[in-house]
Every structure is written in structure tokens, then in C-alpha cells.
């Protein structure tokens, strides 16, 4: 299985056009040690000729046009982007779709409550449907494994099982889902057995999140705040990480700490917001998750399992 990390920020991306934060405006100034990032989207593959998207960002021409892998090849209209598979509904995760809205046939995989709020109380997701063969909305469900497939029905050679982690829906929705697959973690595996965890929103973590990243070879993991508290400490208001459904890196009760004893997979972090200071590579954040064996994931990276 190929992987391509095309974007490793949380949503705004790094720097965000209106944030002054000792991060973004280091970046424009030129005066910061780490890189701009765009906002979280993978690409995997079976054979390195058909992809999936997981998730959809708002980045996703330009991260599109970055990887030649994933330019068109065969005829005037092409691409070897078969799909997406959504953990969520949350805008930067779901509004690259409408960017691939050219009548391209492709499979959408999510689950109940996300296939909900797109199709039925969101009418612009509709531009995917104006003629029959363009995307296909499938359901994935909780703890169920399957195997990828395109529109046509080829497979791809990697199954995808998602892990049901909370019923907490983006902010343009009202309430909450009926069940806790409004935000799912994605464990995708290859007939050789080897397992990439994607993780870019974990609400919670109980020991049999932490048995099965144990599992994996590969974690990528919520990066999108440092600390509970910090946006409040750079606004003096907004939001903490946690009611957000974000479990900070950091501190006693961080995911550095809880998963210290996490030998097994290369772990990084991803969907990374761009005030959280462990970007600032010559700050003592970024060396405290290089110590415990972390790394950032930046956009560009690829790897394959
Ligand atoms: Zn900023």
C-alpha cells in the first residue's frame, strides 16, 4: 500500500490567512523554523495506478496538481482518483468534494450520519449527482471491514475499517448524530497485513484504542492542538481542544503521555493546527515529540506499507 500525505494541517491551513500567531506570522516573516502546510488529505493506493482519497480538503486541486501520480493519464478526461472515504462531515474535510464535481465517476465512502448531512440537509453536494454515473455514496459502518472498490466495481486491494469514536457533528450542523459515527478513526490494510491508522480527529481514547494502534504499523494521529486551553491563551476566548473533540498532544493527559508506551508503529502527527508550537522546530514542543519517538508529518511525505 502506497501512502501520500498531500496535507497535514488542521482546517486553515498553516499559515491561515487571518491568524497573526507567533506560528503564522514567523512564516511570513521568515523568521520560523518548520514548513506551511496544507490542510489534511491522504492518498493510498494498491498498485501506485488507482488512488483514494481520504478525506477531501478544501486544498485539493493544488495538492492534486502537486502529485504526478495522481494527474490524468488516459484520454481527455481522466483520473486515477477513484474515490474518497470520509472520517467525517467537518467542512475541511468534506469541501474538496465539491471540487470534484466534474462529472467524474468516483465511489464516496462514509458513514450514515456523514452521508446524512451532505446528502439530505446539504443541497450543494447534490453538483455530485447531476447524472447517474458520477459518485456513488456508500456506506461504511462501524467495526465493519471492506474491501475498497471503484465505481465499476474493481477492487483495489486494501480493506477499510472504520472505528466509531463519537456522535459530535461539525458546527454547521444542529444537535448531534444518533449514533457515535458522526467521527470515525480509518484502520486500512493490505493483503500483506500491514496496517495505517488514520486518525485526524480523536475525541477520546480508552484501552481498546490504545490495544489496537498497538496493532498498526503505521498511526497517523490528531496533531491539532497542543494544549486544552490554547486558543482561549491566544484569543482570550474561543473554544478548548477537547469540546472541540480534540485530545491535546501535550501535557499529563495528552496523547504524548498516554501513548508513551506505543512501540510498534512509525507514528506521526497530522491535522495539525497552525497555532499548536510543536510546528516550531527550534521550540522545546517539537523536541519533546521527537524525543518520544513522534515525528510531524509534512506534506510531500510518502511512504509505503
Ligand atoms: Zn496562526
Not at 495538492?63 to 490524468?72: G, T
Not at 447534490?126 to 456508500?138: D, F, Y
Not at 493546527?273 to 523536541?287: I, K, S, W
Request: hydrophobic share 40%; with cysteine; charged share 20%.
Amino acid at each position: 500500500m502506497q501512502v501520500k500525505i498531500l496535507g497535514s494541517a488542521a482546517g486553515g491551513g498553516f499559515p491561515q490567512w487571518n491568524c497573526a500567531c507567533p506560528n503564522c506570522s514567523g512564516v511570513r516573516n521568515g523568521h520560523f523554523e518548520g514548513k506551511p502546510r496544507l490542510q489534511t488529505q491522504l492518498a493510498v493506493s494498491g498498485d501506485g495506478a488507482t488512488w483514494f482519497l481520504l478525506g477531501a480538503s478544501p486544498d485539493l486541486r493544488a495538492q492534486i496538481e502537486s502529485a504526478p501520480d495522481l494527474h490524468p493519464r488516459n484520454g481527455f478526461r481522466h483520473s486515477p482518483i477513484a474515490g474518497a472515504i470520509l472520517a467525517s462531515a467537518d467542512l475541511d474535510h468534506v469541501l474538496g468534494l465539491l471540487l470534484l464535481r466534474e462529472l467524474q465517476p468516483l465511489r464516496v465512502y462514509a458513514t450514515e450520519s456523514v452521508l446524512h448531512q451532505l446528502r439530505d440537509e446539504n443541497r450543494m453536494f447534490a453538483m455530485l449527482n447531476r447524472i447517474p454515473e458520477q459518485v456513488r455514496w456508500s456506506v461504511i459502518r462501524a467495526e465493519e471491514q471492506i474491501a475498497l472498490q471503484t465505481v465499476e466495481g474493481t477492487s483495489l486491494g486494501i480493506d477499510c475499517k472504520s472505528v466509531a469514536l463519537s456522535s459530535r457533528l461539525p458546527a454547521y450542523a444542529t444537535g448531534s448524530a444518533n449514533s457515535n459515527d458522526a467521527v470515525i478513526g480509518l484502520i486500512l490494510s493490505n493483503n500483506s497485513g500491514r496496517k495505517l491508522g488514520f486518525f485526524p480527529q480523536l475525541p477520546c481514547l480508552t484501552p481498546e484504542l490504545h490495544a489496537l494502534f498497538a496493532s498498526l504499523d503505521f498511526l497517523l494521529m490528531d496533531g491539532t492542538f497542543w494544549s486544552d486551553d490554547e486558543l482561549i491563551r491566544l484569543q482570550g476566548t474561543g473554544q478548548r481542544a477537547r469540546d472541540m473533540g480534540h485530545i491535546p498532544v501535550g501535557g499529563r493527559e495528552g496523547t504524548l503521555e498516554q501513548l508513551k508506551a506505543l512501540a510498534k508503529p512509525r507514528k506521526m502527527y497530522i491535522h495539525i493546527n497552525n497555532t499548536n508550537p510543536m510546528l516550531n522546530e527550534a521550540g522545546p514542543e517539537y523536541r519533546q515529540v521527537r524525543d518520544a519517538g513522534w515525528e510531524l508529518a509534512g506534506d510531500g511525505c510518502q511512504l509505503t506499507l
